[in-house]
């Protein structure tokens, strides 16, 4: 079922996916709302994977999974889907959509900073001012008032710093993934790393899923659980994947960029969040860090 798609179809598949996990960061406050966050990270990945239970099989062709693919599984799943989901579910519990959206334009500042650590990529000074608008973004952001107001009030400040961590969790996944599109497929990486994801999470879910009174939920919110589980878990996944497959990993850090653009919209015409001044202006300084970490230099390569 794998297939190597061209390169503008990568492109595609890479800003769809982003736009996707956008839009759920948004949605997902109402679904915090109502449902507990463990018991709804459990929901997502039990959901997810009933959808997908036919990508678990191996394939003929595979080759036996590495003890380092095993541990990058591991890793992709701990960091990119179950601390993610913890971080940004309560994140978005006690901040904005807007805020979230404006703390996530960090990401692919993130993954060059990771890059550089990681993979001892060097860093261009147009990066480090990317870092540096990106950095600007999230102060100014913490100075604003009606937005927090009413997102959480003084907590407003753990929702940011929750969400920041699931920017660092984001672009820990961008990394990992490049890593594991070279000997699986985007099924398999998808279903497996959604199975430890489940794993993971379904001590916490249980006892949360004791003590709820599942007849309270309306069947709107169990609507949007079911795009949430979906999207979460398989779509945005399978379609980050195949990007992946013909894309560079650092190229492909150029649309993380749709994921705070996405999330501040959903927040501001679905929801109703208001986008105050100083919001704004966090906003446009995290989104020069996108441009300014993601554009291409003059001779055509990339400035990270």
Same mark, same amino acid.
């Given at each position: 079922?794998?297939?190597?798609?061209?390169?503008?179809?990568?492109?595609?598949?890479?800003?769809?996916?982003?736009?996707l996990?956008?839009?759920?960061?948004?949605?997902?406050?109402?679904?915090?709302?109502?449902?507990?966050?463990?018991?709804?990270?459990?929901?997502?990945?039990?959901?997810?994977?009933?959808?997908?239970?036919?990508?678990?099989?191996?394939?003929?062709?595979?080759?036996?999974?590495?003890?380092?693919t095993?541990?990058?599984?591991?890793?992709?799943?701990?960091?990119?889907?179950f601390?993610?989901?913890?971080?940004?579910?309560?994140?978005?519990?006690?901040?904005?959509?807007?805020?979230?959206?404006?703390?996530?334009?960090?990401?692919?500042?993130t993954?060059?900073?990771?890059?550089?650590?990681?993979?001892h990529?060097?860093?261009?000074?147009?990066?480090?001012?990317?870092?540096?608008?990106?950095?600007?973004?999230?102060?100014?952001?913490?100075?604003?008032?009606?937005?927090?107001?009413? /997102?959480? #009030? @003084?907590?407003?400040?753990?929702?940011? =710093? %929750?969400?920041?961590? !699931?920017? *660092?969790?984001e672009?820990?996944? $961008?990394?990992?993934?490049?890593?594991l599109?070279?000997?699986?497929?985007?099924?398999?990486?998808?279903?497996?790393?959604?199975?430890?994801?489940?794993?993971l999470?379904?001590?916490?879910?249980?006892?949360?899923?004791?003590?709820?009174?599942?007849a309270?939920?309306?069947?709107g919110?169990?609507?949007?659980?079911?795009?949430?589980?979906?999207?979460?878990?398989?779509?945005?996944?399978?379609?980050?994947?195949?990007?992946?497959?013909?894309?560079?990993?650092?190229?492909?850090?150029?649309?993380?960029?749709?994921?705070?653009?996405?999330?501040?919209?959903?927040?501001?015409? /679905?929801? #109703? @969040?208001?986008?105050?001044?100083?919001? =704004? %202006?966090?906003?446009? !300084?995290? *989104?020069?860090?996108?441009?300014? $970490?993601t554009?291409?230099?003059?001779?055509?390569?990339?400035?990270?």
């Open positions: 079922m794998s297939f190597v798609p061209s390169r503008p179809l990568a492109y595609a598949c890479l800003a769809l996916s982003m736009s996990v956008g839009s759920y960061v948004a949605l997902s406050k109402p679904l915090v709302a109502a449902i507990p966050v463990f018991l709804l990270a459990w929901l997502r990945f039990g959901i997810g994977g009933l959808a997908m239970l036919h990508w678990l099989k191996k394939p003929a062709g595979e080759p036996p999974l590495a003890p380092r095993r541990r990058l599984l591991f890793l992709e799943s701990f960091l990119g889907n601390l993610f989901s913890l971080c940004m579910l309560w994140g978005v519990s006690l901040t904005s959509a807007v805020s979230a959206g404006v703390i996530m334009a960090a990401i692919p500042a993954v060059a900073l990771l890059s550089r650590v990681f993979l990529e060097p860093i261009s000074g147009r990066t480090w001012t990317a870092i540096a608008c990106a950095a600007l973004g999230i102060a100014l952001l913490a100075t604003a008032k009606e937005g927090s107001a009413q /997102a959480g #009030g @003084e907590l407003a400040w753990l929702g940011n =710093l %929750l969400v920041l961590g !699931a920017v *660092l969790c672009a820990s996944y $961008a990394v990992i993934g490049k890593a599109t070279g000997t699986l497929g985007p099924e398999r990486i998808t279903a497996l790393i959604n199975l430890w994801g489940f794993a999470v379904t001590p916490f879910g249980l006892y949360s899923a004791l003590q709820f009174d599942f309270a939920v309306a069947p919110t169990w609507l949007l659980l079911v795009f949430y589980a979906l999207a979460a878990s398989i779509w945005t996944v399978w379609l980050w994947m195949t990007g992946l497959k013909v894309v560079p990993a650092a190229q492909a850090g150029v649309f993380t960029a749709m994921l705070p653009v996405s999330a501040a919209l959903v927040g501001v015409l /679905a929801l #109703g @969040e208001p986008l105050g001044a100083m919001q =704004l %202006l966090a906003f446009v !300084a995290a *989104l020069a860090g996108v441009l300014l $970490a554009a291409p230099s003059k001779r055509g390569v990339r400035s990270r």
